[in-house]
């Protein structure tokens, strides 16, 4: 009597740890996924920006929901559409473009997910360079065609701020 109570219990063990292998795999494939689309992301920004041939509102409307306000590093929030025009004005302005994605952690939860890194920026912006530390943080979800971030987050250092304020003063006449 003891053999198939044993045996029943070994199975269950078993069963219950195939189930765990089978969702840590699935986890970390999933967390993969958002790992190479933040990259394909940066890279697509950077056709943009460099000519590559690339409209910024598709790449957009590819990794974004369209109902996603944008936190920005200089602390506004703004729905997805002031973004893609902020974007499409500054294309014209932005040269040498270049992203470095650093310390990116990714978690999922079943159909949602979380990403945190560092971006860094580099450019030049009317001719003049601009280094941006970015601490981002976006919020995804799982969708029939892939993740979406549905919201976005991101902050700066207080150098990358200096950076911005004197590019303000330089546009509107050095005042």
Known sequence: ????LLLCAFLLISCGKNEMDDQARASAQSEAQIQEMISSL???????????GINSDSLIDAYYDKGIHYVTSWGWTEPIDSTKARL???????????AHIEGLQVKTYG????????????TKVDGAPLEEYLPTTFVLERRETGWKIVHAHRSTDYETFEQYIAMQKKRVGGK
């Not at 009597?1 to 198939?4: E, G, H, V, Y």
């Not at 940066?42 to 590559?52: D, E, K, L």
């Open 1 to 4: 009597m003891k053999f198939p």
């Open 42 to 52: 940066y890279a697509g920004f950077a056709h943009v920006y460099n000519g590559g």
């Open 88 to 98: 499409r004005n500054a294309a014209a302005h932005v040269k040498e473009y270049s």
């Open 111 to 122: 159909d949602g997910a979380y990403a945190f890194f560092i971006l860094r920026q580099n």
